[in-house]
């Protein structure tokens, strides 16, 4: 199939397709007599491996290195597990960090909230914050 159909099949633009060839994510697909890219079904279930590992918030350094795995021919399963516990370790630490940064926005707004904005502090940028 040529990449403006791939594109289609897999939901993504063909500059997308074009971007993840030159970052070594697909394969360079075989080029029919006219030039045109000539691309297999394989490369349409790469392509929703690639949306469903981004869905995750796998970076696509961590997605290729799980696709040189599998080009390899071995299972990239265990080191998938892997990268998804560390994943979730980021994640419970970014919403840690989210909800404490949540707090300090929310104590500064009660404090601007109820303070008469005629009394600032003029030798303050602003005394809100």
Request: charge should be neutral.
């Amino acid at each position: 199939m040529r990449i403006g159909e791939a594109a289609a099949a897999a939901g993504m633009t063909t500059k997308t397709i074009r971007f993840y060839e030159d970052r070594g994510l697909l394969p360079r697909p075989q080029r029919c007599a006219n030039g045109y890219r000539d691309y297999g079904h394989d490369t349409l279930s790469r392509l929703e491996f690639i949306r469903r590992s981004q869905i995750a918030g796998l970076t696509l350094a961590q997605i290729q290195g799980i696709l040189q795995i599998r080009d390899n021919g071995l299972t990239p399963c265990t080191h998938v597990r892997d990268v998804l516990g560390k994943q979730l370790i980021d994640l419970d630490r970014q919403i840690a960090e989210l909800r404490a940064l949540r707090a300090t926005v929310a104590e500064q707004y009660a404090t601007a909230e109820a303070a008469d904005p005629e009394r600032c502090d003029a030798e303050q940028i602003c005394s809100y914050i």
